[in-house]
């Protein structure tokens, strides 16, 4: 099947980015989301990364618009019916992820494959609740998605080597190098980021060091780009506890225990960048 038109369900960090990144290797992109004001706050993302880009002259104005013209905007799953390929980019929650593929399998073309950028959740799971496991997949890009280059591709039970395939293909036009990693809780990248992230996370609460210390021994010691707290920050701490909670009951060993500070914080709201306050205070 030639893939000229992308689906990406989500218009947040995650969703903005693939967005981006299919646009800018020609393809056309269909971005939706609940809110009319998610749908714009998603474009405004792009329209602002692209902008970065011309102005470090790594992209011209008029590249930075005809990206922009090749991404359509909504508020109906139902336009999901136009695409070719579809990238589910929806809130790391098991629930609504089951909902929106129900709902993409009546909506979706036979033989329109169906992939989940989750961070953990079981893709067997997901292709459960449709009429085609074959065409179900993990595509698991990483945050900030038009500057990493990996893409984890994650086959179910019965996802086909055809639907394998295309995806891994897809992924390389989009300039990313896809890895394959089995259904596992976590896949590969989170069963080893999340748990570092944790730990960090429990060196604060029992007050070895301040996310500062934390942060910057991980950075100068481990050669990190970036601590693991102020990545928790960018990722969402409400994204790192439900990873936490999924790797927790899915693996059943008390090390994967989410820390009770990552909890608090997530209750109170402090969810990091995106709500203004995390482990650092960005208002």
Same mark, same amino acid.
């Given at each position: 099947?030639?893939i000229?038109?992308?689906?990406?369900?989500?218009?947040?960090?995650?969703?903005?980015?693939?967005?981006?990144?299919?646009?800018?290797?020609?393809?056309?992109?269909?971005?939706?989301?609940?809110?009319?004001?998610?749908?714009?706050?998603?474009?405004?993302?792009?329209?602002?990364?692209?902008?970065?880009?011309?102005?470090?002259?790594?992209?011209?104005?008029?590249?930075?618009?005809?990206?922009?013209g090749?991404?359509?905007?909504?508020?109906?799953?139902?336009?999901m019916?136009?695409?070719?390929?579809?990238?589910?980019?929806?809130?790391?929650?098991?629930?609504?992820?089951? %909902?929106?593929?129900?709902?993409?399998?009546s909506?979706c073309? +036979?033989?329109?494959?169906?992939?989940?950028?989750?961070?953990?959740?079981?893709?067997? %799971?997901?292709?459960?609740?449709?009429?085609r496991?074959?065409?179900?997949?993990?595509?698991?890009?990483?945050?900030?998605? +038009?500057?990493?280059?990996?893409?984890?591709?994650? %086959?179910?039970?019965?996802?086909?080597?055809?639907?394998?395939?295309?995806?891994?293909?897809?992924?390389?036009?989009?300039?990313?190098?896809?890895? +394959?990693?089995?259904?596992?809780?976590?896949?590969?990248?989170?069963?080893?980021?999340?748990?570092?992230?944790?730990?960090?996370?429990?060196?604060?609460?029992?007050?070895?060091g301040?996310?500062?210390?934390?942060?910057?021994?991980?950075?100068?010691?481990?050669?990190?780009?970036?601590?693991?707290?102020?990545?928790?920050?960018?990722?969402?701490?409400?994204?790192?506890?439900?990873?936490?909670?999924?790797?927790?009951?899915?693996?059943?060993?008390a090390?994967?225990r989410?820390?009770?500070?990552?909890?608090?914080?997530?209750?109170?709201g402090?969810l990091?960048?995106?709500?203004?306050?995390?482990?650092?205070?960005?208002?």
């Open positions: 099947m030639e000229k038109t992308l689906g990406v369900v989500g218009a947040g960090q995650m969703g903005s980015g693939i967005a981006q990144v299919a646009a800018a290797s020609g393809l056309s992109v269909i971005m939706s989301d609940i809110k009319d004001e998610f749908v714009q706050r998603g474009a405004n993302a792009i329209r602002d990364s692209l902008g970065r880009l011309v102005k470090k002259e790594k992209m011209t104005a008029e590249d930075r618009q005809a990206i922009l090749r991404i359509t905007g909504t508020t109906s799953l139902a336009d019916a136009k695409a070719d390929f579809v990238v589910e980019a929806a809130t790391e929650n098991e629930t609504l992820k089951l %909902k929106i593929f129900t709902d993409l399998d909506i073309r +036979p033989g329109v494959i169906l992939s989940s950028n989750t961070s953990s959740i079981s893709i067997t %799971k997901i292709a459960g609740a449709t009429k496991p074959e065409d179900i997949i993990g595509m698991h890009f990483m945050n900030p998605v +038009p500057m990493m280059k990996l893409v984890e591709i994650i %086959k179910g039970l019965a996802t086909s080597e055809e639907t394998f395939t295309l995806t891994r293909d897809l992924s390389v036009r989009m300039g990313k190098t896809p890895v +394959p990693a089995n259904d596992f809780p976590g896949f590969i990248a989170n069963r080893i980021l999340m748990p570092m992230i944790n730990e960090a996370v429990y060196c604060l609460f029992e007050g070895v301040t996310p500062q210390d934390i942060d910057e021994i991980m950075k100068l010691g481990m050669n990190h780009p970036m601590g693991p707290l102020t990545l928790a920050d960018l990722i969402g701490l409400d994204t790192c506890l439900a990873i936490m909670k999924v790797l927790h009951s899915g693996l059943g060993d090390k994967y989410p820390c009770p500070l990552l909890i608090k914080y997530v209750e109170a402090w990091g960048r995106k709500s203004g306050r995390g482990f650092y205070n960005y208002k």
